[in-house]
Each structure stands twice: as structure tokens, then as C-alpha cells.
């Protein structure tokens, strides 16, 4: 297994206000690793952190063995070039086309060409499933069709590192599991590694390898490994509670 981000006693804070502290766990080549938690944890600050977005308050966040946060702006680019990113608000710009939308980061980060990059914007939307939907704008397509086309859009620069902040928020129990299906798929056919921010559980269990315990009463993480092993293994009583939704061990396992 290869670490491809390593999280080293990161603390986190606005202002005096600490978040999160003592976040130590790798991330590794492959994995689909959940970042999970109760409302308002500190899951998205986190991931704000790894996209450069935030500044640790102490602790390091490597990519690789290089340290993130004393990397110059040009190193970080480096890096933040090879990640995609489907915010929680899924955020496609409403006065562009689906086609558009996905052609900006090819435009801005790329020199290709215009009819390379009208390649791979078919390219992508068919991964996606949206074949044939170019000339849509994303009020004229559903929910699920929108989480989609923000995921093609993420995935337009073939990027090694993936983030999602709640994918599924929002979608109905097909569309989610159909997106959880997807993500799987892209990981796969990208071989990349993806962080997945989420409270659902049903996308813990499905496709994560790895995750992290986020308390928001502790402020820091306790436990971490495969949501099974954890389920398993745990001996926080939060940990149970928020991988049972407060059932209990037995009835869930069994
Ligand atoms: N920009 C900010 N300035 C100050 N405090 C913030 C800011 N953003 C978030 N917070 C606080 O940090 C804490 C963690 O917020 P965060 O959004 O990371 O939680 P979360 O785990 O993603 O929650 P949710 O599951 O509801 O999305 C919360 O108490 C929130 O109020
Ligand atoms: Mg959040």
C-alpha cells in the first residue's frame, strides 16, 4: 500500500475556536477513504485543509513526502492540478450549459485544442451517463443528472486525487446508490484515490475501504480503519452510536 496523503497531528481551528485536534491517519493509493462524523464535526473544515483552502493551525498534511503547507504557491498548484472536487452544493455554474461547464477547467488548465477538449467532454459526460446532454443547462436536467454532471466535471482533468463533500445529499435512495456505484466506477477506471465527506451511512458501508471518526464532542478522531473493522472493534460508545445510528452493535452486525 502506498500513503499518498498523510495527516500528522493536525490541528484545526477558525480563530481561536478549535475545531478538530490530533488528526493523525494516511490516506492510501486506491482507497475510498470516508472522512465521517455527526453535523458540524468539522468534516468539510477538513477537507478544506487538504485542498489548500486552510491553513492547518499545527500538524502537517504531506502529498506524498511533500509538506502541503510549506510548499510555495506554485508547488501547491502543482498538486491542487491533480485533484477534483465536487463541493457539497454540487455548484455548476447555472448560466452555462453542462458542456461549458466542464470545458472551463480544460480551458484554463490545459493548451488542447477545441475539438480535443469537445472530446473529452463527451468523453466524460458518457462515463457519467449523460451522454447526449452537452447542450442541456443544469436547470433543465434533475438532481441526480446535476450530481452527475459536477462529477464529470471534477473528473475533467483525469485527476489522482478525488474529493467529495456529501455526494449524496439531497438524492433520493436509487440516485444515491447510483452515485456510489459511479464513484467506485471512476476510481476504478482512473486509478484514483478518492476522500469522500459523508454522514450516510449506507455509502460507508458500500464503498469505503478506509475512514476516519470525526467527534464533534472531543474534538478529535477516534477511530480509524475500515468502517467494519471499526464497527467491530470500537470501543467509543460515539463511535458505535454513529455506525449503528444509535442501535447498538449486536442488532446491526447481526
Ligand atoms: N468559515 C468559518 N468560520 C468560523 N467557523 C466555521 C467556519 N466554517 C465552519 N465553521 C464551524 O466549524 C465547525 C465545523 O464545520 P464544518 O462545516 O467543517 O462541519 P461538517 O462536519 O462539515 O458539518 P456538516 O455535516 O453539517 O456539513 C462548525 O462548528 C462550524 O460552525
Ligand atoms: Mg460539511
Given at each position: 500500500m502506498t500513503a499518498v496523503i498523510t495527516i500528522d497531528n493536525l490541528t484545526m481551528s477558525y480563530g481561536s475556536d478549535i475545531?478538530?485536534?490530533?488528526?493523525?491517519?494516511?490516506?492510501?493509493?486506491?482507497?475510498?477513504?470516508?472522512?465521517?462524523?455527526?453535523?458540524?464535526?468539522?468534516?468539510?473544515?477538513?477537507?478544506?485543509?487538504?485542498?489548500?483552502?486552510?491553513?492547518?493551525?499545527?500538524?502537517?498534511?504531506?502529498?506524498?513526502?511533500?509538506?502541503?503547507?510549506?510548499?510555495?504557491?506554485?508547488?501547491?498548484?502543482?498538486?491542487?492540478?491533480?485533484?477534483?472536487?465536487?463541493?457539497?452544493?454540487?455548484?455548476?455554474?447555472?448560466?452555462?450549459?453542462?458542456?461549458?461547464?466542464?470545458?472551463l477547467p480544460l480551458q484554463q488548465y490545459t493548451n488542447l485544442s477545441g475539438s480535443m477538449i469537445q472530446d473529452i467532454i463527451h468523453f466524460k459526460l458518457s462515463l457519467v451517463g449523460l451522454k447526449g446532454c452537452e447542450d442541456y443547462y443544469p436547470s433543465e436536467i434533475s438532481g441526480g443528472m446535476r450530481k452527475r454532471a459536477g462529477l464529470a466535471r471534477a473528473i475533467v482533468l483525469d485527476p489522482e486525487y478525488l474529493?467529495?463533500?456529501?455526494?449524496?445529499?439531497?438524492?433520493?435512495?436509487?440516485?444515491?446508490?447510483?452515485?456510489?456505484?459511479?464513484?467506485?466506477?471512476?476510481?476504478?477506471?482512473?486509478?484514483?484515490?478518492?476522500?469522500?465527506?459523508?454522514?450516510?451511512?449506507?455509502?460507508i458501508f458500500a464503498i469505503a475501504t478506509n475512514a476516519v471518526y470525526l467527534d464533534a464532542e472531543e474534538k478529535t478522531m477516534l477511530a480509524v480503519g475500515s468502517p467494519e473493522e471499526m464497527l467491530n472493534n470500537s470501543t467509543h460508545q460515539n463511535v458505535i452510536d454513529f455506525l449503528t445510528r444509535g442501535e447498538g452493535r449486536r442488532r446491526t452486525s447481526s
Open positions: 475545531i478538530q485536534k490530533d488528526l493523525t491517519f494516511t490516506i492510501n493509493r486506491g482507497d475510498i477513504f470516508a472522512i465521517m462524523g455527526g453535523s458540524g464535526c468539522g468534516k468539510s473544515t477538513l477537507l478544506r485543509h487538504l485542498i489548500g483552502l486552510h491553513r492547518p493551525r499545527t500538524g502537517t498534511i504531506y502529498y506524498g513526502t511533500e509538506d502541503f503547507w510549506t510548499l510555495d504557491d506554485q508547488e501547491q498548484s502543482l498538486i491542487l492540478r491533480k485533484t477534483g472536487i465536487l463541493y457539497q452544493s454540487g455548484a455548476l455554474w447555472s448560466s452555462m450549459t453542462l458542456a461549458d461547464n466542464l470545458a474529493f467529495f463533500d456529501e455526494p449524496s445529499a439531497g438524492l433520493d435512495p436509487v440516485n444515491a446508490k447510483n452515485l456510489d456505484e459511479l464513484i467506485v466506477e471512476i476510481r476504478n477506471s482512473l486509478g484514483a484515490t478518492v476522500v469522500l465527506v459523508t454522514h450516510e451511512l449506507h455509502s
